[in-house]
């Protein structure tokens, strides 16, 4: 009878990892940009490889910058969502990480929060963001935002600072990408994370994205595992070694098992063991469906080969209509390349599905100012139907499995997989084959 009670007893301690819901407090908030934009219609209908006319872009694929404000004004957005946390009196410091920072709502919340609050502020953007210094300067104005009120123990001063690109030849870190908002990290109890495929610019609104709102417990796993990447990207990367070592050792100290339903992957570091994962769900599914921003990882474009040749198995991918247009000019174009146009059609000579999603350029030779099909993720679905999502920061490329600073996730919990499947029928919707969009690039007036 002993043996059997310390059995049931150390089981739930030792193997089983809880799911991220058990803890309390929890709330998990998926929200998709799906910016409403107006209808942009060209000076004359164009023809398509269908022979019909194509009078205007698709609706809410395409918008210009004359759609930000009011897609701003939108409720229910990813938007919305950073401005009520942020201005959220229990929220006292807030820990940012992101490849790029042009936000100026936000900008303005968090210097309203540091001095009206008090707000303690760290944030984190890519070191080449250093290049353009209208958005820099932006960023560091920041800096002057300083508590009003004197009766604080301590004054906050915001700490910005600037990652990425360190070490040299094969161990030099590629992009500080990641997409990361850590609110309250020395809580002793209710943390707030935000994790998302989209920058803390345009990703907030007229990109197409996926942004994650999550509180949670301190004492998990997920929480725990973020305060290691807090503390590598403050202190240890001064080269991939240097930071993929430290995150091995910090997590390998924490106590509460991974939870099952949520897992968490930091890059470097982390790049065999997402892959291996893959392989896995890719062989446990019978269909995946993708949307991808950038598309040349070798691994997983050979996963997608392999398994569209297993009877029964489908798979389908939506991409920006950049990629489309790469492979019409039969060069780079927007932030896509023309290797990833050639990978993309070897794969629907395999059976992979694609449509493309219209996006804004300001013009068609060498555009400066686009807007993105940015979302990045792999939804997989079982036998059984149940189903699990990849997403994150990082694009479907080499580099952000190897090389760049990302956070990615691989979510399991069923209300997550289901929006997803959702938000997956709504972008197919949205997006066009190739025969359906104009034979030529036209810009509409």
Request: with cysteine.
């Amino acid at each position: 009878m002993l043996f059997r009670l310390i059995i049931v007893f150390l089981i739930p301690v030792i193997t089983f990892a809880k799911s991220i819901s058990d803890y309390r407090p929890y709330s998990y908030e998926l929200i998709f940009t799906n910016p409403k934009c107006k209808k942009h219609s060209y000076s004359k209908p164009l023809l398509n490889l269908l022979g019909d006319e194509v009078s205007h872009k698709k609706v809410n694929a395409y918008c210009a910058p004359s759609d930000t404000w009011p897609v701003n004004q939108q409720l229910g957005t990813p938007h919305k969502k950073i401005l009520d946390w942020i201005q959220d009196p229990e929220t006292k410091e807030i820990f940012m990480a992101y490849l790029s920072f042009s936000k100026t709502s936000v900008i303005k919340a968090l210097c309203k929060a540091v001095k009206e609050r008090n707000l303690k502020l760290t944030l984190i953007v890519d070191e080449k963001n250093k290049k353009d210094k209208y958005r820099m300067r932006n960023i560091l104005n920041l800096k002057k935002c300083i508590a009003k009120k004197t009766h604080y123990r301590k004054i906050h001063r915001p700490l910005i600072l600037t990652g990425g690109h360190q070490g040299e030849g094969y161990d030099k870190i590629g992009y500080a990408h990641n997409k990361l908002i850590f609110i309250n990290p020395n809580s002793r109890k209710k943390v707030r994370i935000v994790f998302s495929s989209g920058n803390m610019s345009s990703g907030t609104t007229t990109h197409h994205e996926n942004w994650h709102f999550l509180t949670t417990n301190v004492k998990t796993h997920f929480v725990q595992a973020h305060l290691c990447l807090k503390e590598g990207l403050l202190h240890h990367q001064n080269s991939k070694r240097v930071f993929s070592k430290f995150i091995k050792q910090c997590r390998s100290k924490i106590t509460t098992p991974e939870e099952s339903d949520l897992k968490v992957f930091f890059i470097p570091g982390s790049g065999k063991r997402l892959t291996k994962q893959l392989y896995k769900e890719f062989k446990n599914s019978k269909r995946v469906k993708m949307a991808a921003h950038r598309f040349s990882n070798g691994s997983l474009i050979k996963m997608i080969k392999e398994n569209l040749q297993r009877s029964h198995f489908e798979a389908s991918i939506i991409v920006d209509d950049d990629l489309h247009w790469t492979g019409v000019f039969n060069k780079d174009f927007g932030r896509n390349t023309l290797y990833e146009f050639q990978k993309l059609m070897e794969l629907e000579d395999h059976g992979l599905e694609i449509k493309y999603i219209e996006t804004y350029a300001d013009k068609v030779n060498e555009p400066k100012s686009l807007q993105l099909q940015h979302n990045k993720f792999i939804i997989f679905t079982k036998w059984n139907e149940a189903g699990t999502v990849l997403t994150g920061a990082g694009n479907l490329t080499n580099a952000a499995f190897y090389k760049n600073f990302e956070n990615f996730y691989l979510i399991s919990i069923p209300e997550v997989y289901k929006n997803f499947l959702r938000q997956y029928d709504y972008l197919w919707d949205l997006g066009l084959s190739h025969q359906e969009l104009p034979i030529r690039l036209e810009l509409p007036k």
